[in-house]
């Protein structure tokens, strides 16, 4: 039942859930006209702590494409956070006017506070570099319209896997499933954090740590392209040595195979170059698409009304 629950982690809801959201998620694509006054009434709250275009404007379109309603603010500065009001504060407030909340916090840990302070559902819409578990229902419902499974695949994650939250969370979402392996491409400096090595190695699922994509990307059904994270380096000069560590462009997609889904949670920066977007292989503009859909079928299930 995801009625009144929180989505904190990508791991909140368990394959069968996750399964059911992907389903109603199919459905709005068949029918979208039979969901337009679902959520009449409603009311979304959007509080962005961090900057945002995907996250914040594919809930407020989601909300808006099934009758409801939404009220939020897009930064701290045009909230009371900056006259110093706490987050426990702002969520209680909150909670008086609306009906569910999606939140993005550049603290770690910020959503799981906030839903401990919620009197109506709340989404984790990204609490620093942790957790995004809405774009890993994105990422999911992507790969589930491009391939039509979500196992038995090798996926390469590329670029920066040490800050890159979506990374964590696609990684433990793909793992539930039968028969991924992994491929985890980067600088050393930008590796997956230990605590991810460690997940995959209880797990016994198979990954391999490699520094050129070129040496790899031949043997992938997913490539999953992330860019470097500015935001979270310590200092400028590491995040200027590594941005242009992988470019990915047409020579470098003549090595891959016919049927490769590339993917990117987006925002890009040079990490692939704007030739490689007519490739049929490159979904990641149709996942920015799956963002809103699946946005939808979580809000409905999560206020009850399917
Ligand atoms: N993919 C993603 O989270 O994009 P935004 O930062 O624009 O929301």
């Known amino acids: 039942m995801l009625k009144n629950r929180n989505l904190i982690n990508a791991d909140d809801f368990n394959v069968e859930e996750i399964n059911e959201i992907l389903n109603l998620a199919e459905e709005i694509i068949k029918s979208p006209s039979d969901f337009s006054n679902l959520c009449n009434g409603k009311i979304l709250g959007t509080l962005f702590f961090e900057p945002s275009t995907r996250t914040r404007l594919s809930f407020e379109s989601a909300i808006h494409r099934l009758g409801g309603d939404c009220i939020g603010f897009s930064e701290s500065a045009s909230s009371s956070t900056s006259k110093g009001e706490s987050l426990a504060d702002t969520i209680r407030t909150v909670s008086n006017y609306t009906d569910i909340i999606a939140m993005r916090n550049p603290k770690e840990g910020s959503a799981v506070l906030a839903s401990s302070y919620a009197e109506v559902p709340l989404i984790n819409a990204g609490d620093g570099g942790h957790q995004h578990p809405t774009q890993t229902l994105t990422d999911l419902l992507t790969i589930w319209m491009t391939k039509k499974r979500l196992n038995n695949m090798t996926i390469g994650l590329c670029g920066d896997l040490k800050f890159g939250r979506t990374v964590h969370s696609l990684i433990k979402a793909m793992s539930r499933y039968e028969n991924n392996k992994f491929v985890l491409i980067s600088p050393e400096e930008l590796q997956v954090p230990d605590y ?111």
């Open 196 to 306: 991810i090595k460690i997940f995959l190695k209880s797990k016994n699922i198979e990954f391999k740590e490699v520094e050129k994509m070129e040496d790899v990307i031949g043997e992938l059904d997913i490539l999953y392209m992330t860019r470097v994270q500015r935001e979270r380096f310590f200092n400028e000069a590491d995040y200027v040595r590594l941005k242009d560590s992988y470019i990915l462009d047409n020579d470098k997609m003549k090595l891959a195979s016919d049927d490769l889904a590339v993917l990117h949670p987006l925002p890009r920066v040079n990490e692939i170059a704007t030739e490689v977007d007519s490739d049929p292989r490159a979904v990641y503009f149709k996942q920015v698409r799956y963002g809103v859909i699946v946005r939808m079928a979580l809000i409905l299930k999560l206020l009850g009304v399917r």
